[in-house]
């Protein structure tokens, strides 16, 4: 049976070295079953092996090493609390669903057999203060050098943010 989406996939093509998938349709489970549907079928069909989404990079790094098999959460739910609900609610029903939490487990779950493992990220510039503030909290754990370079890089994210 062919099913619509594999015309979608099909014009996606092998050849495509980044897909992006935009909305406008935040909230809405079908998009986000639709939405991981198209990526689950990236990786199986054409070896896709990152998942960037619009989401802040440090909670992304959560589901990223759980995905991998070497983050601490158990569940996938567990993984995805990573996107609390600091900034308003907004992270939490963009990402904390039932279609987010079963494209999480499927992914770790294909990762367990998987030659090469795919990785989730996350970009965000509404969430760029704490992830520059992570990166120099990490490069203050491993090189002086490199965190000052960095926060005076990322000062412009750091000044006009608040601590959490």
């Given at each position: 049976?062919v099913h ?10 092998p ?10 349709t935040?909230?809405?489970q079908e998009?986000?079953?639709?939405r991981f549907?198209v990526?689950q ?17 440090v ?6 090493r ?6 601490d959460d158990?569940?996938?739910?567990e993984?995805?609390?990573?996107f609390?609900c ?6 939490r ?9 079963n494209?999480?487990?499927w ?14 990220f996350?970009?965000d510039l509404f ?14 754990c491993?090189d ?10 990322y000062?412009?994210?750091?000044a006009?943010?608040?601590p959490?």
């Amino acid at each position: 049976t062919v099913h619509w989406m594999d015309a979608v996939i099909d014009a996606i093509g092998p050849e495509a070295e980044v897909v992006l998938l935009g909305d406008s349709t935040h909230g809405t489970q079908e998009y986000y079953s639709m939405r991981f549907e198209v990526a689950q079928s990236l990786v199986l069909l054409y070896g896709v092996t990152a998942i960037a989404v619009e989401g802040d990079c440090v909670a992304a790094g959560r589901v990223d090493r759980y995905v991998r098999g070497v983050g601490d959460d158990k569940t996938a739910e567990e993984a995805l609390r990573g996107f609390a609900c600091d900034d308003g609610g907004t992270t939490r029903w963009l990402w904390r669903n039932v279609p987010s939490e079963n494209f999480v487990a499927w992914l770790r779950e294909h990762n367990q057999t998987a030659d090469v493992k795919v990785g989730f990220f996350g970009l965000d510039l509404f969430a760029a203060d704490r992830s520059a503030r992570a990166v120099v909290e990490y490069l203050g754990c491993v090189d002086h050098a490199a965190a000052r370079r960095a926060e005076g890089s990322y000062a412009c994210f750091l000044a006009s943010a608040s601590p959490d």
